[in-house]
């Protein structure tokens, strides 16, 4: 058989397939269930952003046409929202895959209490968000009991008041916290499964510890650089808890991200409306992060 | 151009002693082979040459100089990796380059060597391939053209061809032996395959639990087996072994009797044994023949016809069961009942502690 007859066989057994009824049939529970979950919010969503519902004032409802829309595009914490929650996450992207690295890098070498030292740097991946925001507010970040305090009393510094000086960078150190443990495990991993020959080869070929990182290790990591992109755009896009906890996002909207933009519509504005329009807003946002992401590391998963 | 010379090489992992004291030298030009069954070591003395094993104790001299201490990429030496190591995300070209580009070796240099290294082993049309684009045997050629870019004085390779099929072996097979010859170079060649020992080495080393049990071409070692191991791994099929008790000896002759009563003649110094010892006699299956007047009895238990040449196996009186080659076509059948003419020139005999008589 050619290829061209294999081809079209194989179209036909396709087409057989998914056209009996039958099949689909079997397949529509899965289907209606998955409209019911993702696809129905996503409409409600889009119905509320046209209309004028505000819980302060339930009797006024109504069509609004693009009310909502002109009232959010106005408003100046949206921009900072935006700008925000592409800050924290492109920092703690690079932060914990960065040091992450390093830290892959050394627990991959030998030395005494590596498993220990293994378990500690994976330790903060199981406190809860809630509870790790609150441990470094009060204990770490705290401008009269925390450590970082009491570190700069120690030399000299004055301590500064974190949340009120530097908001959304404390809450990008939060973040990482959070999150290294996780960087830390995925390129371990990845590390560990590089072929030792391979390494050898280079070590012959001459490669020194920096030759080697940049020409054999790097490469190899690209998969698990892209995982861990992947997986950690989705959580930290939706970073709530720890602003939450932690400066309200303030001052003002100076650590406001989209998720707690939505937050302040709903539970302190009472706007069902304004909210609807900046969670679409925030679809719209993860899906081109998530576009330029795909495209980007489409390539390397290739190789 | 190197000779490599071990002095009571050794070599220790968590106490176990896994190299025990290897004196060799490797001469200049020659193409050595290390043989041995799996887990003698060959890999690792391999890796103490090559730098990426530390050596616990003894010397390693290179050219007359000792490079214990020497970093691998330091000594002047390629390794080609079993797994052929290559590097995935660098082209062909790029693979067979990395050294002399981390060498700061300029561009226009390092292109040239690439193309003479890939006319040598006709790689030219993948230069610009990934690995993952290549066959077998193809990758196998690029792991030698990294080896061949950097000139080094010696070539290691660590059983090369065992991940090829049969017939991919053969070739590869000759193809190094030729490049061997063209390229002048010394080299030490690891595998576990005897075929592979005695069609490629000037020089075959065979180690056996960490020991070099003998050094020489390979005919000598087909010839002149030092000691029982030896003899029972060079050679295919197997060299047959018998139990039997010297008899009688005479000068230049001894009668030594099987365990089942035949009596069997035998030509050695009369100095090197006396009546009543217990020795082994080893005969290859190519020295024995069968014949109406043989003196040992026996019994066929399986014929292998391979067209060119038959195998039969017979258990014989003495309860040993051996291995016959006949050129052709034989017309025997199992449980039919031979005669087995050892031919008396070809008679390996080893003393008790199975070191060879002579
Ligand atoms: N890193 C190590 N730690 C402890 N023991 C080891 C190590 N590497 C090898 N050995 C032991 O050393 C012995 C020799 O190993 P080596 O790899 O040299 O064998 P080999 O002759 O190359 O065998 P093969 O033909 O299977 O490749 C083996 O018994 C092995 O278990
Ligand atoms: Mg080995």
């Avoid at chain 1, 935006?82 to 492109?90: E, F, K």
């Avoid at chain 2, 090559?50 to 050596?55: D, F, H, Q, R, V």
């Avoid at chain 2, 009688?248 to 006396?274: C, F, K, N, W």
Wanted: overall charge neutral.
């Amino acid at each position: 058989m050619t290829t061209a007859q294999a081809n079209t066989a194989e179209a036909l057994g396709l087409q057989q397939r998914s056209s009996s009824p039958r099949a689909r049939l079997l397949t529509l529970p899965a289907v209606v269930l998955l409209l019911l979950w993702s696809v129905l919010p996503l409409i409600v969503t889009l119905w509320f952003s046209f209309r004028r519902y505000n819980l302060m004032n339930p009797g006024h409802t109504g069509f609004d046409g693009l009310g909502n829309y002109r009232y959010l595009f106005s408003d100046p914490g949206l921009g900072m929202a935006v700008w925000n929650t592409v800050l924290l996450l492109g920092s703690v992207l690079v932060i914990t895959i960065g040091v992450g690295t390093l830290i892959a890098l050394l627990l991959d070498q030998e030395f005494y209490g590596r498993g220990f030292a293994r378990v500690l740097m994976l330790a903060p991946f199981f406190v809860m968000p809630t509870v790790s925001a609150l441990l470094w507010k009060n204990m770490m970040m705290h401008p009269d009991n925390g450590f970082l305090a009491f570190l700069m009393r120690s030399v000299g510094l004055k301590p500064i008041d974190w949340f009120a000086v530097a908001p959304l960078t404390s809450i990008i150190i939060i973040v990482s916290w959070e999150w290294l443990p996780f960087a830390v495990l995925t390129l371990l991993t990845a590390i560990q499964s590089l072929d030792a020959e391979r390494k050898e080869a280079a070590r012959m070929d001459g490669a020194g510890p920096i030759a080697m990182f940049r020409y054999i290790i790097w490469p190899h990591l690209g998969r698990a650089v892209a995982a861990t992109t992947m997986i950690e755009t989705i959580f930290i896009l939706g970073i709530f808890a720890e602003i939450y906890v932690t400066s309200s996002g303030g001052p003002g909207f100076a650590s406001t991200n989209l998720s707690f933009l939505i937050y302040r519509y709903v539970l302190m504005e009472y706007d069902i409306g304004g909210a609807a329009v900046a969670g679409l807003l925030a679809i719209v946002l993860a899906n081109v992060l998530a576009f330029f992401l795909l495209r980007s590391f489409a390539r390397n998963l290739d190789t | 151009m190197a000779t490599v010379d071990l002095q009571q090489l050794r070599k220790t992992y968590n106490s176990v002693e896994i190299i025990k004291g290897i004196d060799l030298t490797v001469r200049d030009q020659e193409l050595t082979v290390f043989v041995g069954p799996s887990g003698c070591g060959k890999s690792t003395l391999l890796r103490m040459i090559a730098g990426l094993e530390e050596i616990t104790s003894g010397e390693l001299l290179i050219d007359g100089q000792r490079v214990n201490e020497v970093p691998a990429a330091k000594r002047g030496l390629a390794l080609v990796f079993q797994s052929y190591a290559l590097y995935p995300h660098m082209t062909v070209a790029e693979n067979m380059s990395f050294s002399l580009k981390l060498a700061g070796v300029s561009k226009a240099e390092r292109e040239a060597k690439v193309m003479e290294a890939a006319r040598i082993l006709h790689l030219e049309p993948l230069l610009d391939r990934k690995p993952k684009e290549l066959s077998g045997g193809q990758r196998q050629r690029v792991a030698i053209g990294r080896a061949i870019v950097r000139h080094p004085r010696l070539f290691l390779f660590d059983e090369p061809l065992s991940n090829l099929d049969a017939a991919l072996r053969v070739r590869m097979r000759q193809e190094l032996t030729k490049l061997h010859r063209e390229l002048k170079a010394t080299m030490i060649y690891v595998t576990h395959d005897q075929v592979e020992a005695m069609t490629m080495a000037d020089r075959i080393v065979v180690l056996q639990a960490g020991v070099v049990e003998q050094v020489g071409t390979p005919m000598e070692l087909y010839q002149h087996p030092k000691n029982l191991f030896v003899a029972g791994f060079i050679g295919s099929p197997r060299m047959n072994f018998l139990t039997a008790i010297v008899v009688s000896v005479s000068d230049a002759r001894v009668a030594l009797e099987l365990t089942d009563g035949t009596v069997i003649h035998a030509s050695l110094p009369a100095s090197a044994v006396s009546v009543g010892h217990t020795i082994t006699l080893g005969i290859r299956p190519e020295h024995i023949r069968l014949s109406a007047t043989g003196s040992i009895g026996a019994q066929v238990q399986l014929v292998e016809r391979l067209g060119s040449e038959s195998y039969v196996y017979v258990q014989a009186n003495s309860g040993e069961v051996l291995t016959v080659r006949v050129s052709g076509e034989v017309n025997v059948a199992p449980e039919e009942k031979v005669r087995l003419a050892p031919d008396s020139d070809f008679l390996h005999l080893f003393d008790a502690i199975g070191q060879r008589i002579s």
